[in-house]
Every structure is written in structure tokens, then in C-alpha cells.
């Protein structure tokens, strides 16, 4: 079976510029997450999502962030304007279970923004 | 508040040496599930075990194995035998009950030298 997809593994971009995310969970995973993985902050959880809805959004660091899922095999994390601080790499997550089942990770997102 | 720390920050073994990496947690839960993920220098993050709070048996599984206990909070990892392919860095998670937030350590980096 496909694990989670995300795309680009890469991305280098100007600091203002729009950056989008995006993310394919695994097929029959109703929950959705997507991570941010730092030096300065470790791993935490910006949103994840149930069916395709938003359940807690409270880790988004700023109006600037949005996340969105319009359906279950899609979802995108977008940074507008970027600053050269949301340089990371970006984790989408899905599981069949909020808590007591593992999240399965995607290979990730290495922003790099100048 | 709920807190994991994993105490070593960087580890280094030669081959075929018994490694075990700490962890110690927080939580006022009674309901709660611990992960244990591992991500190479590829940097994925890979799920390796997952532990509900009623049930403290430990668990091998080839050249590892973990022992958790309930009455000192700590869910350690050991690696029988270490090989190369085993560097990387280990991440210990917790998760509440219902919560959809894992809560992640700082992470130990393994360095397995032949």
C-alpha cells in the first residue's frame, strides 16, 4: 500500500513569495496531520483534520498559515506571504484514529525560504 | 501539561554494542499512548511501536525491545546488538486519550560507528 505522499520534497523560494504544500494520506485514513519539524521547536503539530474538517487548528503560528482539505485523498498547507522564519521541513501525518493508532508520516518538506 | 524528554541528546556506540535510549514523561491522563518513531538521515519519520497506558508488558521485537513503566513514567527503548543502519535520530511520543496532538521529545541521535 502507498504510504502518505507529500510534494515537492524540496522547495527553495524568495522571502514574500506564496508557498504551497500538498499532501495524499494513506486511503481509509479518516485524520489528517500536518507537522512542523524545527531545530529551535522540535516537532509540534500545526492542524489536523477529521473526515476533511478541521479540528484543531490551534498550533498555526499566524494568519499567514492556512490549511485546507476539499477531500479525503487531498490536502494543502499554504504560507502566504512566506518569511525566511517558516524555513522547515513540513510533515503531513494520517491515521485511521486520532489518539490510540499510529500516525503514518510522509517523507516531508524541506522549505527553504531566502 | 503534558511533556516527554528524552534526556540524551546524542549517543554514540560501536557496532554490536547494547544501546538504550530514555524516555520519561508527563501527563495527568490516565488514558494515554506512547510511540516510539525513528528517522534516518534520510529524514522520514518512521513509526516503530505504540503503547496504551494499561498495558506495561514489554515488547521485543528482533533487536528491539521496550520497557515500559508506569511507576517512574519512563518507556525505554533498547537495540540488541547495534548495527550501522541503526543511526538515526529516535523520537518518543505521547498522546492523550481523544487528543489527535502527538507530543514529541526532543529526540536522541544514535551514531552506530563499525
Known amino acids: 500500500d502507498a504510504g502518505v505522499i507529500q510534494s515537492p520534497r524540496h522547495e527553495v523560494t524568495e522571502m514574500g513569495q506564496e508557498v504551497t504544500l500538498r499532501c495524499k494520506p494513506i486511503?481509509?485514513?479518516?485524520?489528517l496531520f500536518w507537522y512542523r519539524q524545527t531545530m529551535m521547536r522540535g516537532l509540534e503539530l500545526l492542524i489536523y483534520?477529521?473526515?476533511?474538517?478541521?479540528?484543531?487548528d490551534s498550533g498555526m503560528p499566524e494568519d499567514r498559515f492556512s490549511a485546507k482539505m476539499p477531500n479525503a485523498s487531498f490536502s494543502t498547507l499554504k504560507i502566504q506571504p512566506s518569511e525566511p522564519r517558516d524555513s522547515a521541513v513540513y510533515f503531513c501525518a494520517s491515521s485511521t484514529d486520532r489518539s490510540n493508532q499510529p500516525q503514518h508520516f510522509g517523507d516531508g518538506t524541506r522549505l527553504s525560504i531566502l | 501539561a503534558q511533556k516527554v524528554t528524552q534526556a540524551q541528546t546524542e549517543i554514540s556506540v560501536v557496532e554490536k554494542e547494547d544501546v538504550t535510549l530514555d524516555c520519561v514523561y508527563e501527563?495527568?491522563?490516565?488514558?494515554?499512548?506512547l510511540f516510539w518513531y525513528k528517522q534516518p538521515p534520510s529524514g522520514e519519520l518512521v513509526f516503530l511501536i505504540r503503547?496504551?497506558?494499561?498495558?506495561?508488558q514489554n515488547e521485543i521485537s528482533g533487536r528491539y525491545s521496550w520497557n515500559f513503566q508506569k511507576s517512574t513514567s519512563s518507556f525505554n527503548f533498547t537495540i540488541t546488538a547495534s548495527q550501522v543502519v541503526d543511526s538515526a535520530v529516535y523520537f518518543c511520543?505521547?498522546?492523550?486519550?481523544?487528543?489527535?496532538?502527538?507530543?514529541f521529545g526532543q529526540g536522541t541521535e544514535l551514531s552506530v560507528k563499525p
Open positions: 511520543a505521547l498522546i492523550q486519550n481523544q487528543g489527535g496532538k502527538l507530543i
Open positions: 486511503s481509509g485514513h479518516d485524520y
Open positions: 501527563t495527568r491522563d490516565t488514558t494515554y499512548y
Open positions: 483534520f477529521n473526515n476533511n474538517v478541521p479540528i484543531d
Open positions: 503503547r496504551n497506558s494499561f498495558d506495561e
